[in-house]
């Protein structure tokens, strides 16, 4: 019943930009931390951002200082500005959260959704 959808993945220049959004839907009691993965080819996923409830926030060194991850808790959502791109950042790009659910409000659990495809490229 819960469901991450991700929009915003698109073909863009080096140095381009693109924003990512995720929106959580479902039989949901509390959201937690929000993040953003990726994954290439070849490579394993790995933490591009991440964002706590608290809104502490967590970036992969490769993108610090390029991507901003932010969230609006209200509406369920989270979000990932990416600037400055780079061939490398090329990757499907999963929103993860970790959040609770009705009727088992005591307990997390983590929740991915299908992935956008971000590619960098001229």
């Known amino acids: 019943q819960v469901q991450l959808v991700e929009s915003g993945g698109a073909l863009v220049q080096p140095g381009g930009s693109l924003r990512l959004s995720c929106a959580a839907s479902?039989?949901?009691?509390?959201?937690?931390?929000m993040g953003w993965y990726r994954q290439a080819p070849g490579k394993q996923r790995e933490l591009v951002a991440e964002?706590?409830?608290?809104?502490?926030?967590t970036y992969a060194d490769s993108v610090k200082g390029r991507f901003t991850i932010s969230r609006d808790s209200a509406k369920k959502m989270v979000y990932l500005q990416m600037n400055n791109l780079k061939p490398e950042d090329t990757a499907v790009y999963y929103c993860?959260?970790?959040?609770?659910?009705?009727?088992?409000?005591?307990?997390?659990?983590?929740?991915w959704g299908q992935g956008t495809q971000v590619t960098v490229s001229s």
């Open positions: 964002i706590t409830s608290g809104l502490n926030t």
């Open positions: 993860n959260a970790e959040l609770a659910t009705f009727p088992r409000v005591s307990y997390s659990t983590s929740y």
């Open positions: 479902g039989n949901i009691f509390r959201v937690y931390a």
